[in-house]
Every structure is written in structure tokens, then in C-alpha cells.
């Protein structure tokens, strides 16, 4: 359950953040109707205000149930750890602690671990049975689910190997087709 509540808490930062920037940057370009005691006494004394902070209150509490998910993904720790390792560095994504079958990614961004206000966490969870347990901020953790499918989806062969099992392959096909020619010639 905190780590609900520092969820929510982080994410009403957040919103009282970016009403004292629309606010300072109102009053820097000269658009701001009111004057900075108007605006927090509006903000602080009348109902519109009160309503203001009480849906800010109610949506940062709500945050957590659908800013965040946890996403199970088709890929082996064993096999596919180059690939998921790639998705992470491809999204801006560092190795951070790995205990007891969950390793945890962070933004490798300063600027970015501080938009995000320290919620830059994306956990793996090594479920054993083929399967890994994605979990942190929704956005974050589907466009990572994607590029790993992706990434498992087109892993590359190697060219020798892939060519050598086409020559097999057609091989025995020419041979199936002389096995038939030779069989129909006896007839």
C-alpha cells in the first residue's frame, strides 16, 4: 500500500506543478489576468478553487490504478535476455538491482527521472515458465512489451546456419523428386 500512496503523492506533485507553471508562465508574458495575490487567493478562497484542489486530490489518488500495469510478455530470461535487454537500452533504460529473479531497469536520464518525479522504475520478474512480468508506468511498459516482441520476433540467425538448413531443406526436396522420377521410370 505505499507504494500506492507515493504513487498518488508523486503524481499530485505533479499536477500542482504544472498549475504554478501555466500560472508563471501567464505572468511572464504578460497574459495573466490577475495578479499573483488574485490568483492564490482564488486558487485558496472561493469555491472554484476548493473544487479545483479536491478533483486535483481524487484524480491523484485514482492515478496509481490506471497510470501503472503489469504486463505478462512471452520470453525466456535464459534465452531471450539479449533482446529484452535491448528493448530497455533502446528506451532510455539502465540495469539496476537483480535479486532473486527481478531485475529492475531505471531511466538513465536525469531529466527524465525527474519529470517522472522518481516513479522511473520498470521491475522483470523471471516467472519460469517461458513467461517474464513486466511492471511499472503503463506508457513505459507497453512500448518496452513491444520492442521486445519485436525484437524476439526478428532474432537474427545466424546467416551460415539459416543457409545451411535451406540447402537441407532443398535437398531433400530434389532428392523426394528423383526418389518419384526414378520409381515412376521403373514402372
Given at each position: 500500500?505505499?507504494k500506492?500512496?507515493?504513487?498518488?503523492?508523486?503524481?499530485?506533485?505533479?499536477?500542482?506543478?504544472?498549475?504554478?507553471?501555466?500560472?508563471?508562465?501567464?505572468?511572464?508574458?504578460?497574459?495573466?489576468?490577475?495578479?499573483?495575490?488574485?490568483?492564490?487567493?482564488?486558487?485558496?478562497?472561493?469555491?472554484?478553487?476548493?473544487?479545483?484542489?479536491?478533483?486535483?486530490?481524487?484524480?491523484?489518488?485514482l492515478y496509481?490504478l490506471?497510470?501503472?500495469?503489469?504486463?505478462?510478455?512471452?520470453?525466456?530470461?535464459?534465452?531471450?535476455?539479449?533482446?529484452?535487454?535491448?528493448?530497455?537500452?533502446?528506451?532510455?533504460?539502465?540495469?539496476?538491482?537483480?535479486?532473486?529473479?527481478?531485475?529492475?531497469?531505471?531511466?538513465?536520464?536525469?531529466?527524465?527521472?525527474?519529470?517522472m518525479?522518481?516513479?522511473?522504475?520498470?521491475?522483470?520478474?523471471?516467472?519460469?515458465?517461458?513467461?517474464?512480468?513486466?511492471?511499472?508506468?503503463?506508457?513505459?511498459?507497453?512500448?518496452?512489451?513491444?520492442?521486445?516482441?519485436?525484437?524476439?520476433?526478428?532474432?537474427?540467425?545466424?546467416?551460415?546456419?539459416?543457409?545451411?538448413?535451406?540447402?537441407?531443406?532443398?535437398?531433400?526436396?530434389?532428392?523426394?523428386?528423383?526418389?518419384?522420377?526414378?520409381?515412376?521410370?521403373?514402372?
Amino acid at each position: 500500500m505505499g507504494k500506492y500512496f507515493k504513487r498518488a503523492i508523486c503524481y499530485f506533485i505533479k499536477i500542482v506543478a504544472l498549475i504554478i507553471g501555466i500560472y508563471a508562465l501567464m505572468w511572464v508574458t504578460g497574459t495573466a489576468r490577475v495578479s499573483t495575490e488574485a490568483f492564490w487567493a482564488e486558487l485558496f478562497t472561493t469555491k472554484r478553487g476548493v473544487l479545483l484542489w479536491c478533483a486535483v486530490f481524487v484524480v491523484s489518488l485514482l492515478y496509481p490504478l490506471y497510470g501503472f500495469v503489469r504486463r505478462t510478455v512471452k520470453a525466456s530470461v535464459t534465452a531471450d535476455w539479449e533482446e529484452i535487454y535491448r528493448a530497455f537500452i533502446v528506451a532510455g533504460y539502465v540495469k539496476g538491482d537483480s535479486v532473486g529473479g527481478v531485475t529492475t531497469f531505471r531511466v538513465s536520464s536525469p531529466v527524465r527521472r525527474l519529470i517522472m518525479v522518481g516513479d522511473d522504475a520498470i521491475t522483470v520478474t523471471d516467472n519460469g515458465d517461458g513467461t517474464i512480468t513486466l511492471d511499472g508506468i503503463r506508457k513505459e511498459v507497453v512500448q518496452i512489451e513491444f520492442r521486445i516482441h519485436s525484437y524476439i520476433d526478428n532474432k537474427i540467425v545466424d546467416p551460415v546456419e539459416e543457409h545451411f538448413e535451406r540447402a537441407t531443406q532443398q535437398a531433400e526436396v530434389v532428392e523426394a523428386e528423383v526418389a518419384d522420377t526414378d520409381s515412376a521410370d521403373k514402372k
